[in-house]
């Protein structure tokens, strides 16, 4: 028999795991938990692809409820990303004007890398004439910058990579709103199941 491996996933998400798994226990008789940390022990299951999309549609109903729940919280956090998007533009425009005057290569990498020196990493909250000032800074003694920004939803999250005789990271932090969690557990869950069903034989078409 498997052993159920430890759970690689952050504790909220592990939370909803927990509160997922007598709902879909009752109505296919399959953990939740085992499926998604050792699948291989369902492969034999009779019905089990048509189990896969029960589960799905169990999961999914279970995460719209919650979000449910957090519509204020979810109005804040639109204003929240709204506002972090606009400070983006703000920056990386600083960025790219100042870089170009003092001759720094600035680019968006299509992946990067880092060494066994990790980076400093500096998080801001907001736009203005501080931080326009260490930008400046951080251009003047830098050799180059990565734009290794990241997309949530239809916003931009700034993260730059200044690196010179010390890379630092300039960056802004995700907004603390349980619909995030939310997200991330989902996200998660149907990131598993849909690599389980991967491993499934096809259906041979009739």
Do not use: C, H
Request: aromatic share 10%; no cysteine; glycine share 2%.
């Amino acid at each position: 028999m498997a052993e159920e491996a430890e759970a690689p996933w952050d504790a909220q998400t592990d939370a909803f795991v927990d509160e997922l798994e007598p709902l879909i226990n009752d109505s296919y008789k399959i953990s939740i938990r085992k499926l998604l940390l050792t699948p291989q022990v369902y492969l034999n299951e009779e019905g089990i692809a048509d189990k896969l999309n029960g589960i799905r549609k169990t999961a999914e109903d279970y995460f719209s409820g919650l979000e449910a729940l957090f519509a204020d919280e979810e109005e804040e956090m639109e204003k929240q990303l709204e506002a972090i998007d606009s400070a983006y533009n703000q920056i990386n425009q600083s960025i790219t004007s100042k870089s170009s005057i003092a001759r720094v290569p600035f680019i968006k990498p299509l992946d990067i890398t880092f060494g066994s020196a990790q980076p400093e990493t500096i998080f801001i909250d907001k736009a203005d004439s501080q931080i326009d000032a260490l930008v400046t800074k951080l251009i003047n003694t830098s050799d180059y910058i990565f734009n290794i920004s990241a997309t949530y939803r239809k916003y931009m999250i700034g993260i730059w990579l200044f690196s010179g005789k010390k890379d630092i990271i300039l960056s802004f932090k995700m907004p603390e709103n349980p619909i995030i969690a939310i997200e991330n557990a989902r996200d998660i869950i149907n990131n598993y199941i849909d690599s389980f069903e991967n491993t499934l034989p096809k259906k041979e078409e009739e």
